[in-house]
């Protein structure tokens, strides 16, 4: 991905700062809040765990000075359509 992303491990950031983006990426992604007993924070402790087991990301973009919460999935997709994007 050329550079412009870093991976930002997420035991570095804040537990402020953490959560903040981790609730982003839950209304980014439409979650139900209601789906847990404890609402956001009941997501957010879900959301910690797939962090811990690495099957979320977070990733810094140099460019734009924004850091997101990605799946790997959206990771990948995201390098590929960037990579397409510089080749055009």
């Known amino acids: 991905m050329s550079g412009r992303f870093i991976e930002v491990p997420w035991r570095m950031l804040p537990p402020e700062t953490l959560d903040a983006l ?3 990426f839950v209304t980014r ?3 139900d809040t209601t789906d847990t007993d404890e609402g956001m924070n009941g997501w957010v402790a879900q959301l910690r765990h797939q962090l811990e087991r690495s099957e979320l990301i977070i990733a810094h973009d140099l460019q734009t000075e924004t850091t997101e919460v990605m799946t790997l999935a959206q990771w990948r997709a995201f390098g590929r359509d960037l990579a397409d994007d510089e080749e055009g």
């Open 22 to 24: 981790l609730e982003a």
């Open 29 to 31: 992604q439409g979650y």
